[in-house]
């Protein structure tokens, strides 16, 4: 989970009329956290409809408690713990704090995330988890004044579809072809392959394991895979590509859109399974990506890679992502 909010020194009292409630199900609490969550990051921006479906869609298991803070009647800051269905683990937890900004530096994010804290204490955590995006000094800081330890980098990445020249890469499929891999939509094998969504699940289970990632992996079940791609709001069956060496699936890279702005698009996941690596496949896959963003009038392409991920981060830098600020993993150990 992100952490976005102000350094603040310890033991600075929280600012007079300011009160912490809980988050409720109401549609006034659900735009307050949004709007507030949206104001500390504009370049990532979200819709009421999207934090519904993930709740909706949330595993049982996995424990979350939210947050809202008003001072003075107006909702300033959202803060959460939660849990990582894809890492999962009984005792440990994410948390997360998001102040306006023309309310930082009051005291307002160490006042909520005592709250979060002193919460998830009584589940008898192991550890804590936060992220922060490396430009964020006061994030920075604010975690490493606590006692967090980083321990995962992960570049995000950025590419101008509009100035994106195909060229260089003419007649790339047709040699892949001939090499016996053909690329195909996911609403291409829907439509003809009845073990479609078993085979996904199957190739995201067995890819997202060599995805870096600062906790073990937990593989999702395919009622969750199911549920989670294809009813989710921001599903492109047009826009998840799947690498074909006759009828297995090899590979995939998949787009999401986004809600809050129809100029965007986010890589979801990029992997090709060991034996098939080192044929140019990844590279292909991109490359529908790209397209796929062109031909709809997409300008911006987002995505992250671990820093060591030297394999897709050549990918990208060769065909023209820029890096943006890190994002960074930190941990905390619980007494």
Known sequence: MSMAHEQISPGRPAPKGLTIRPFTTSNADYTDAVQVVNAVFPE???????????????????????????LDGETVAYGNYSQF????????????????????GQGIAATLYDEIVSA????????????????????????????????????????????????????????????????????????????????????????????????????????????????NPNFLPDGYFVALDGSDYVGCSFLWKSQADPTELYIGLTGVRRAYRRRGIALALKLHDIAFARQRGVKLIKTWNEQNNRGMLSINEALGFMKQPAWVSFMKKCD
Not at 44 to 70: M, S
Not at 98 to 103: I, S
Not at 135 to 164: C, I, K
Not at 168 to 176: C, S, T, V
């Open 85 to 104: 269905e894809g890492m999962y683990h009984p005792r440990k937890f994410g948390v997360f704090v998001a102040v306006l900004p023309a309310h930082q």
């Open 120 to 231: 998830v204490r009584r589940l008898n955590p192991i550890s804590l988890r936060a992220r922060a995006r490396d430009d964020m000094s006061r994030s920075m800081r604010f975690l490493q004044n606590r006692g967090y330890q980083e321990d995962m980098r992960e570049w995000e990445s950025h590419l101008d579809v509009e100035a994106f020249d195909p060229a260089p890469y003419a007649g790339y499929e047709a040699a892949l072809r001939a090499d016996g891999i053909r690329i195909a939509t996911v609403a291409e094998l829907l439509d003809k392959d009845p073990d479609c969504r078993e085979k996904l699940w199957i190739l995201d289970v067995e890819l997202t394991n060599d995805v870096p990632s600062p906790e073990p992996h937990t593989p999702i079940t395919r009622e969750a895979y199911d549920s989670w791609v294809f009813a």
């Open 44 to 70: 990532y921006r979200d819709t009421v409809g999207d934090w519904r479906f993930e709740d909706a869609h949330r595993a049982a298991h996995i424990q979350r408690r939210r947050w809202l803070a008003d």
